[in-house]
């Protein structure tokens, strides 16, 4: 049975950063593109960004782009979400996602495999 689990998440303040990280079993990590999304309490479910498998081609959404990075560690089955320069509007519940794909991709449909998230609030 293939799982991601989420951690990291937690409170800070603008301006500040946090490191989430994601860890996954039951399909081979290394040819599985992963990636992060984020949703708000009223809003929809969001891309955050995207890395490949292997070295790992990243993909991010523009409102994070130069300030969030991603990065993961094949030997540890764990992708990490670095998020400096942090803003209120980044408040939202962060899920993982394993998907069979090798490509990046900030399509939610192309994953298969949903962590439950942790919470990154973002205080002003």
């Known amino acids: 049975q293939v799982q991601v689990v989420e951690s990291g998440g937690g409170l800070v303040q603008a301006g500040g950063s946090l490191r989430l990280s994601c860890t996954a079993s039951?399909?081979?990590?290394?040819?599985?593109?992963m990636g992060w999304f984020r949703q708000a309490p009223g809003k929809e479910r969001e891309f955050v960004s995207s890395?490949?498998?292997?070295?790992?081609?990243?993909l991010y959404a523009d409102s994070v782009k130069g300030r969030f990075s991603i990065s993961r560690d094949n030997g540890r089955n764990t992708v990490y979400l670095q998020m400096n320069n942090m803003k209120p509007e980044d408040t939202a519940n962060y899920c993982c996602?394993?998907?069979?794909?090798?490509?990046?991709?900030?399509?939610?449909?192309?994953?298969?495999?949903w962590g439950q998230g942790t919470q990154v609030t973002v205080s002003p």
């Open positions: 996602a394993s998907t069979r794909r090798f490509t990046e991709t900030p399509y939610a449909k192309d994953y298969d495999v």
């Open positions: 039951g399909r081979s990590f290394t040819l599985s593109a």
């Open positions: 890395i490949g498998g292997g070295a790992g081609r990243t």
